[in-house]
């Protein structure tokens, strides 16, 4: 949740980024990315001051065993730590996107998996170290990102450089940068508040239940995270093309999202489910009992691939559109009306038992991108309208 306010921050300000270098404005670019990076820093060193000096009573307010507020509190500070560099991260992989240099984002976060696999490893299997020395390895490997993007930022020429000259907190240069973030903010951190919900309502079943529900999770990650891909760099095109003044641009590039998107969905969900056996047995081991709860949890997430890759393409969409507002009520919706209600209502009134996790997350998906769907009709209309152009 803490991590999602400056996820949300980088995601809403760089579609403002993006849509400046699409109408050639290299000034306003260099300034709404000066002033990025300082509110990234307001924000960090204000959780910083907030959080550090009460850690051990925050995790109590979270309800930490209180066997576990000594260690757990050194190992939540150096996550703070790590955090806070992670922020300044995703604005630096929010610029590279919106200039469209995702090769050199992949590149830089394959070395940063190198560095904390390797470190990590060196610290629990050689030294024998405590926890904390993985946070260790965090900070490590999340320092190394932002060494390159300071080097990268500070070249001469470099329209996205950062400059302390650069840092306006005037209206038309911070304004619609905060205006778009607010509701991606606060969409990351509800969304983040909603599966802890679930986690939390899913060991009325069993501590092995909370367990499946995240793996199936992870196992959706094979088609759901490279559809979030297409609809990150999808947005930053989007945004190009309308600062250029290409609104007909922007709606192709909607439409080839929306197929690549669900290309993907349909090809991740029949591979899945074919060798489902074999993955959930990679997950649970000798523990066929297991495997059976991943598997059957996991065969009714796996229907919402395609309704999934359709919230992505829609979410690029209004992304790339700035009508954050409007990805808020759909993302709330998932998970407060769609998800905890529904598998409220599934505790209460059936005996299901554990499947239950497993129906809520396929009809929450399921009716998001439905929702999604409709709700890109309604938008693409009016955009049609507003710009006098044709969809098709």
């Known amino acids: 949740m803490l991590s999602a306010l400056g996820g949300g921050l980088a995601v809403g300000a760089s579609i403002k980024i993006s849509e400046a270098y699409g109408a050639g404005d290299f000034l306003l670019v260099k300034r709404r990315v000066s002033t990025l990076f300082a509110m990234c820093g307001i924000l960090g060193v204000s959780l910083l001051v907030v959080l550090v000096?009460?850690?051990?009573?925050?995790?109590?307010?979270?309800?930490?065993?209180?066997?576990?507020?000594?260690?757990?509190?050194?190992?939540?500070?150096?996550?703070?730590?790590?955090?806070?560099?992670?922020?300044?991260?995703?604005?630096?992989?929010?610029?590279?996107?919106?200039?469209?240099?995702?090769?050199?984002?992949?590149?830089?976060?394959?070395?940063?998996?190198?560095?904390?696999?390797?470190?990590?490893?060196?610290?629990?299997?050689?030294?024998?170290?405590?926890?904390?020395?993985?946070?260790?390895?965090?900070?490590?490997?999340?320092?190394?990102?932002?060494?390159?993007?300071?080097?990268?930022?500070?070249?001469?020429?470099?329209?996205?450089?950062?400059?302390?000259?650069?840092?306006?907190?005037?209206?038309?240069?911070?304004?619609?940068?905060?205006?778009?973030?607010?509701?991606?903010?606060?969409?990351?951190?509800?969304?983040?508040?909603?599966?802890?919900?679930?986690?939390?309502?899913?060991?009325?079943?069993?501590?092995?239940?909370?367990g499946a529900l995240g793996i199936s999770n992870n196992i959706g990650g094979f088609s759901t995270s490279p559809q979030n891909g297409f609809q990150e760099g999808g947005s930053a095109i989007i945004s190009q093309s309308l600062g250029a003044g290409q609104p007909k641009r922007a709606l192709e590039a909607f439409k080839c999202v929306m197929i690549i998107c669900i290309t993907i969905g349909a090809v991740f969900m029949t591979l899945s489910l074919m060798f489902l056996e074999q993955i959930s047995g990679l997950f649970a081991g000798s523990d066929q009992e297991f495997g059976q709860m991943i598997a059957s949890i996991y065969r009714c997430e796996a229907l919402a691939a395609i309704p999934l890759g359709m919230n992505a393409a829609v979410m690029a969409l209004l992304y790339g559109f700035g009508k954050t507002r409007v990805t808020l009520f759909i993302n709330f919706s998932r998970v407060f009306i769609f998800r905890v209600p529904v598998l409220w209502f599934l505790q209460h009134f059936t005996n299901l038992g554990s499947i239950s996790v497993g129906i809520v997350m396929g009809i929450s998906n399921i009716s998001t991108g439905l929702i999604a769907l409709i709700i890109a009709v309604w938008e693409i209309r009016k955009i049609c309208r507003e710009y006098d152009i044709s969809f098709w």
């Open 53 to 210: 000096p009460f850690t051990p009573q925050f995790l109590r307010f979270a309800k930490t065993p209180e066997a576990f507020i000594a260690e757990g509190s050194q190992y939540f500070i150096l996550e703070l730590f790590g955090m806070v560099i992670s922020f300044f991260n995703n604005v630096y992989i929010a610029i590279e996107r919106a200039r469209g240099n995702s090769k050199r984002i992949l590149y830089l976060n394959m070395i940063v998996i190198v560095i904390k696999l390797s470190l990590t490893a060196y610290f629990v299997y050689i030294l024998h170290s405590s926890i904390n020395m993985i946070a260790v390895a965090t900070i490590i490997s999340q320092a190394s990102l932002l060494l390159a993007a300071l080097i990268n930022l500070n070249q001469k020429g470099n329209a996205f450089g950062f400059s302390l000259s650069g840092i306006s907190m005037r209206r038309h240069v911070a304004g619609p940068m905060i205006s778009l973030s607010i509701p991606v903010i606060i969409e990351k951190v509800a969304f983040a508040f909603g599966k802890v919900i679930i986690n939390s309502m899913s060991t009325v079943y069993s501590a092995l239940t909370v």
